[in-house]
């Protein structure tokens, strides 16, 4: 593992991210958004120390090779249960251990684990130190900037501070305070005001911590300007923001358009590797670049399907893989058929590869006339 500056055992810096999102970043998704993106470090969804202690390991944390570098979330409250949970995990591959300190949902609540943890920063140091000694692998928190009326100055210095002194390997920060009654999830994802100048001071403040920004990041261009100033475009006000943070994590944003996630290896390194950014776009800085070769998304085709038929040969769903797949190809010529063909027919009884393979074979063929066109 290479280590980061200043000591600290974690990706080198820039990191570009896929935040963990419980029902979506599972392991199709997960396989098909390595196709996209060597470099981006995936998440699984969080998933419960005591569900791995007492469950189905396979279905939990089963993974396909090609993941890495593969990040577990893990959710939980309990030192000695967190550290055992940890250390399967590493047994099973996983190449980084986060503990969810940020999620606000009712049912997270209701185990004392997740968001309502940033009140109690001790626990959380506790829960850090004993997964530290478990395990070899980095161990990293993700956690909000505070919750309920907390200062997020106060709050989030403390628990830095405290995990820091715990051996933490980085800290991912979604920039906005969690309420812990009377907002759903997805308004503590919108409603609470963002602070991204905070999580810059914060760097300051800790050079020799990873930070990485994580919370309404929208695009590929605003995401990256937190680790690179130099990454500006006309979108991205000319702001000063501070410090330079090490990484950042798109959630949403990736996932609905996923086509963002190949645009990403442009101007960030593999974390593991440090095999250097694929020039992709080298005139212009987009979240996005059509000219990507059709031989290179007949690829993704042929992975897909050939993936997919080996879900459906073990009992499984075409939906479940294809429910991933419909935010491919924003903006590009025969996108609109090419969800068509995605919604309506993997859900059919019987729905096989066919249907990945005809959904993109839509968009080469549009594309192919546009390019005939022009």
Not at 150 to 161: F, G, M, N, S
Not at 246 to 252: D, E, F, P, T
Request: proline share 6%; net charge neutral; charged share 20%.
């Amino acid at each position: 593992m290479p280590a980061a500056a200043g000591g600290r055992r974690y990706f080198q810096a820039p990191v570009f991210a896929v935040a963990p999102m419980i029902d979506w970043t599972d392991r199709h998704y997960r396989f098909f958004a390595r196709l996209l993106s060597r470099h981006a470090l995936l998440y699984t969804e969080m998933i419960v120390a005591d569900a791995i202690l007492r469950g189905d390991r396979e279905r939990l944390l089963g993974h396909d090779a090609s993941e890495h570098p593969l990040a577990l979330q893990l959710g939980g409250n309990d030192p000695a249960k967190m550290a055992e949970a940890a250390r399967i995990a590493e047994g099973l591959g996983y190449d980084e251990i986060n503990m969810n300190v940020g999620c606000p949902s009712d049912r997270v609540q209701s185990g004392t684990f997740g968001a309502c943890l940033m009140q109690e920063p001790a626990l959380v140091a506790e829960c850090v130190a004993a997964m530290k000694a478990a395990v070899n692998a980095p161990v990293t928190v993700k956690c909000r900037i505070g919750v309920d009326e907390q200062d997020p100055d106060v709050a989030l210095r403390d628990l830095i501070a405290r995990v820091t002194d715990a051996g933490v390997d980085g800290v991912w920060v979604h920039a906005r305070k969690a309420w812990l009654q009377g907002l759903s999830p997805r308004e503590n994802r919108e409603l609470p005001p963002l602070d991204y100048g905070l999580v810059h001071r914060l760097k300051a403040e800790n050079p020799n911590l990873f930070i990485g920004l994580n919370g309404g990041l929208q695009t590929l261009n605003q995401a990256l300007l937190h680790v690179d100033p130099r990454l500006r475009s006309a979108e991205t006000p000319a702001v000063e923001l501070g410090a330079p943070l090490n990484g950042v994590m798109l959630g949403r944003a990736a996932y609905h358009d996923s086509g963002l996630l190949t645009a990403a290896d442009g101007y960030v390194a593999h974390p593991l590797t440090r095999a250097p950014p694929v020039p992709i776009a080298p005139d212009a800085f987009s979240d996005r670049d059509h000219r990507l070769s059709l031989d290179f998304w007949a690829g993704v085709r042929d992975a897909m399907a050939d993936y997919a038929a080996g879900h459906i040969d073990k009992g499984g769903r075409l939906i479940h893989v294809t429910r991933h797949m419909v935010g491919l190809f924003q903006g590009w010529p025969g996108a609109r058929r090419y969800r068509q063909i995605l919604s309506a027919e993997a859900t059919r009884k019987g729905a096989g590869p066919q249907v990945i393979r005809a959904a993109f074979d839509a968009v080469f063929e549009a594309v192919t006339a546009r390019q005939a066109a022009e």
